[in-house]
């Protein structure tokens, strides 16, 4: 069972993540944790709160958080806010029903399905996209307000 969890995908995502580091002037930053395991993840973005055009993120977690934050870091440059919530949301619904991820941009979040049978990863799996929509819900939020105002 941990051979399938820990399969040669997953394993090979997560040895190759890229964009770690800060970004020198992000328009937002967001940490996502996970209080079962303590992994952590904190994500800069340059975005117009539509779509990202940089992304530099600092990880902490799992082999599977590890995974899942190289397959965002691979995915997201160009992503706009709607194919980043749906494939959070995707995600998220993989892992606890029968819904499959597949096609799209984060296409390479199914490789993550074996994750479902393990609950207890779960939080470490959502930390990248977590974090990145909280991101760029605070610079949605920005926006929103210097146009009210």
């Known amino acids: ?5 820990y399969n040669g995908k997953i394993l090979g995502y997560a040895a190759n ?8 002037q992000p ?3 967001a940490t996502a944790v996970s209080k079962l395991c303590g992994s952590k993840v904190t994500i ?7 779509t990202i055009s940089d992304y530099a993120q600092t ?10 934050c190289a397959m965002v870091a691979e995915a997201v ?10 494939a959070r949301s995707g995600l998220a619904e993989m892992l606890v029903g ?5 096609g799209g941009r984060f296409d390479a979040l199914k490789y993550l399905e074996p994750v479902k049978d393990h609950k207890a990863r779960h939080a470490s799996t959502m930390l990248a996209l977590d974090a990145l929509v909280d991101a760029m ?9 210097e146009a009210a105002g």
């Open 98 to 102: 029968d819904a499959v991820v597949n």
């Open 59 to 68: 990880v902490r977690a799992c082999a599977l958080g590890q995974a899942a």
């Open 17 to 24: 993540i890229s964009r770690v580091g800060k970004l020198d």
């Open 77 to 86: 440059i160009g992503a706009s806010y709607s194919e980043i919530a749906e």
């Open 44 to 50: 800069d973005i340059v975005s117009d709160g539509e």
């Open 137 to 145: 819900d605070q610079i949605r939020a920005t926006h929103a307000l």
């Open 27 to 29: 328009d937002a930053s």
């Open 1 to 5: 069972m941990l051979d399938d969890l």
